[in-house]
């Protein structure tokens, strides 16, 4: 049954006439569980300042708002929200400690969830009287509700929860004095709740950009290390500059035993870690590829078989291979969906060259590529790029830098360093002060 009430504390005091008056001060008068209940808001006010760990405080404050109110068990219910649906954060039920039950509530159902909904404090006397009242969660835990005293958690303008307070000790039903003790340490209980998920999502922020610092510069020492040092009688200047801290851009130059040289450049489809995952993984497969491969169009149909079983969420990217052949002055490129390359002539003046383009590797299990074959004369310089270049957009006028590549590719002869920064510096100048909108490569190959 109920635990029996405290003892009323008795005073006796003789009068004039010699009567006895007696008054009895009742420990649970209004006046002092509302007393009780100030005591506990404040505990609630210290605690909000002096924990920073999530469960920990709401244990706290449910055993606060359990003891000073006087309840068999205090709960708390957060919002999930990708379903709407309240689930039981915790629940506290005194000698039983806290427990988590697994119970979730769907929207507007039960006391707690049309609190929520309504986001109005509710006391209810007779749990089983009320048609509102969810049955299925005392079916669930074998616990048995009489009285419930309900309460929004608002903060930030929004309901997040409810503070719930089932069967008060000692009789049968909850009053309004409690009621609104319970309303105040929700507001509390909100506020805390408010506060902590700020810090968690600063600590997540903070995790997640030292997350993503290691990753570029992984990424940038991984491109850096892309173009061997020593190279069989070819020369290459490489630009990589990501949209956000990793990107699905990637580059490399293989030398091979036989005199020639191999190089490849691609984007992968979308931005951030999964893209970079991709790249490097491509990158880490591409001297094995061309090993295996006896030409361009044979190490992009090598590479689309490898790759295509094993792609993720649709993703795919573009590329282009290639081999230099610097005893015949020769370079051969295979194109997988990527942008046209230039070829810049000796005076100076560049031109787009019509690379047959095959489907983007990951699109389809078989896909057949074509070589494209190109005399590359002295001082002359091939370019190469993505779309994150072809694409970039004007400041004024929206145009996209492909239109003016070609002109901008031109100029007096230079170095493939010269030729690179002269397009880095054209590209800075039709975006302006505009962000990127993709990752943006670009290498420059030459015969020495």
């Avoid at 300042?49 to 359990?66: F, M, P, Q, T």
């Avoid at 929004?152 to 929860?161: Q, W, Y």
Wanted: charged share 25%; hydrophobic share 45%.
């Amino acid at each position: 049954m109920y635990k029996e009430r405290p003892p009323a504390l008795v005073s006796k005091n003789w009068c004039g006439e010699g009567l006895f008056v007696t008054i009895e001060t009742m420990l649970d008068s209004p006046l002092h569980r509302s007393l009780a209940i100030h005591k506990g808001l404040v505990e609630v006010s210290a605690l909000i300042n002096g924990i920073s760990d999530h469960e920990a405080l709401l244990r706290e404050v449910l055993d606060v708002a359990r003891r000073v109110i006087g309840a068999e068990a205090a709960s708390i219910f957060i919002e999930e929200e990708s379903s709407g649906q309240l689930r039981l954060e915790m629940d506290a039920r005194g000698i039983k400690g806290v427990e988590k039950p697994g119970i979730v509530i769907p929207r507007g159902v039960g006391i707690a969830g049309w609190v929520y909904e309504k986001g109005a404090p509710q006391l209810v006397p007779d749990a089983y009287a009320d048609k509102r009242f969810f049955k299925e969660a005392d079916k669930k835990t074998g616990f048995k509700t009489r009285s419930i005293l309900c309460a929004p958690l608002i903060a930030g303008g929004k309901t997040i929860g409810v503070l719930q307070l089932l069967n008060p000790l000692g009789k049968d039903t909850f009053d309004q004095v409690e009621l609104e003790g319970l309303v105040a340490h929700a507001n509390l209980a909100a506020t805390a709740i408010w506060k902590l998920r700020a810090l968690d999502r600063e600590r997540e922020r903070e995790r997640l950009e030292r997350d993503l610092a290691v990753a570029s510069e992984i990424q940038s020492e991984l491109l850096e290390r892309a173009i061997p040092d020593i190279l069989n009688a070819v020369t290459f200047a490489a630009y990589n500059v990501p949209a956000a801290w990793v990107g699905g851009d990637f580059y490399g130059v293989f030398a091979r035993d036989d005199g020639g040289t191999d190089f490849v450049i691609g984007d992968v489809s979308g931005k951030g870690m999964p893209a970079a995952l991709l790249m490097a993984q491509i990158l880490s497969a591409m001297p094995f590829v061309f090993q295996a491969s006896s030409d361009p169009a044979a190490a992009m149909e090598m590479l689309n078989r490898t790759f295509c079983a094993g792609m993720v969420r649709g993703m795919f990217f573009t590329a282009i291979s290639g081999r230099m052949m610097p005893g015949q002055r020769k370079v051969v490129l295979a194109s997988a969906g990527h942008p046209s390359p230039l070829l810049v002539r000796n005076q100076g003046e560049a031109e787009e060259l019509r690379v047959p383009m095959g489907l983007p590797v990951g699109v389809m299990p078989v896909s057949a590529y074509q070589n494209f074959t190109f005399a590359l004369g002295e001082d002359e310089r091939f370019v190469i790029y993505t779309d994150g270049l072809a694409e970039s957009r004007c400041q004024f006028d929206g145009r996209m830098f492909q239109d003016i590549l070609v002109t901008e590719a031109s100029g007096p002869p230079a170095s493939c360093k010269g030729i690179l920064q002269r397009l880095v510096d054209a590209e800075l100048r039709h975006r302006g002060a505009h962000p990127a909108r993709d990752d943006l490569t670009m290498m420059v190959g030459a015969f020495e």
